[in-house]
């Protein structure tokens, strides 16, 4: 009697599964010799046979690849029913992956445009210049880096509510906002960052005076020693902290009184 069930089951050829796929026969070569991904079946003059069942293993293992998943780590999901809580944790893992390597290229793409604007009109190159400014800007941005995923993480040292200057607790979290917008490179002209000098304002509005002039360890209360921060480069970093915000500060002004023209005119 004929089984009627594996004659009616379809199956592609490696050329015909790498097509659809997008990847190449060696690829699929590969998974196979890796154990990742045997055919099903065997045709005529022995070509290896793929069914349905193989091409949805094969696009398993493409995505985790896509989610950053290692062979080894994928060889391990196979071998049990993928359940969404656990996607959810390998995307959100990927994704904090990419923020990093996203920070590291944003890194690499400010002192490389550092170096163009050194580089501008010079007939020499001092190489010794080039090499304290590629350090002082690694160092800038791997400040920011670990302060903004303080931040992010909900581990920003805030100190507790201050009775003589109530004022700062609203100032650490601008400054918090403020340091994201630099590590993406927002220019204080923006509307985000016009945004937080509204905030500012009313704030000045309330308790009466500016906040700009105190020292990074009166203003931020950051434990250099607990979050690994050199002391002097957190200064420096503190310095273009308080200049992105007096930048924004000063474009700020220029626009409300630019509307105050249009309200009188």
């Known amino acids: 009697m004929t089984d009627t069930k594996s004659e009616k089951k379809e199956y592609m050829t490696v050329g015909q599964l790498a097509r659809e796929a997008g990847v190449t026969v060696r690829t699929l070569q590969f998974y196979d010799q890796s154990g990742l991904l045997h055919p099903s079946a065997k045709g005529n003059r022995n070509r290896r046979l793929y069914s349905q069942e193989d091409r949805a293993r094969l696009y398993r293992i493409l995505c985790g690849r896509y989610m950053g998943r290692s062979l080894d780590e994928i060889r391990e999901d196979l071998k049990e029913e993928a359940k969404p809580d656990q996607v959810l944790r390998v995307i959100a893992?990927?994704?904090?992956?990419?923020?990093?390597?996203?920070?590291?290229?944003?890194?690499?793409?400010?002192?490389?445009?550092?170096?163009?604007?050194?580089?501008?009109?010079?007939?020499?190159?001092?190489?010794?210049?080039?090499?304290?400014?590629?350090?002082?800007?690694?160092?800038?941005?791997?400040?920011?880096?670990?302060?903004?995923?303080?931040?992010?993480?909900?581990?920003?040292?805030?100190?507790?509510?201050?009775?003589?200057?109530?004022?700062?607790?609203?100032?650490?979290?601008?400054?918090?906002?403020?340091?994201?917008?630099?590590?993406?490179e927002v220019p204080p002209e923006s509307q985000e960052a016009g945004q937080i000098m509204a905030r500012y304002h009313q704030m000045i509005h309330e308790y009466g005076r500016p906040l700009y002039g105190r020292s990074p360890e009166e203003l931020l209360h950051i434990d250099p020693a607990l979050m690994g921060l050199d002391q002097l480069a957190f200064s420096r970093l503190w310095e273009d902290v308080e200049r992105y915000m007096k930048d924004a500060e000063a474009h700020y002004a220029r626009e409300e009184e630019n509307k105050n023209e249009d309200h009188q005119g």
């Open 93 to 184: 893992d990927e994704c904090e992956s990419l923020k990093v390597r996203i920070g590291e290229m944003m890194q690499h793409l400010a002192v490389l445009r550092n170096l163009e604007s050194m580089t501008e009109g010079t007939s020499e190159i001092d190489w010794v210049e080039y090499a304290e400014e590629i350090c002082y800007f690694q160092e800038k941005w791997s400040l920011i880096w670990q302060v903004n995923r303080a931040v992010e993480k909900g581990e920003f040292p805030l100190p507790e509510p201050s009775a003589q200057l109530p004022e700062m607790n609203g100032y650490y979290e601008l400054v918090a906002e403020t340091l994201q917008l630099m590590k993406a």
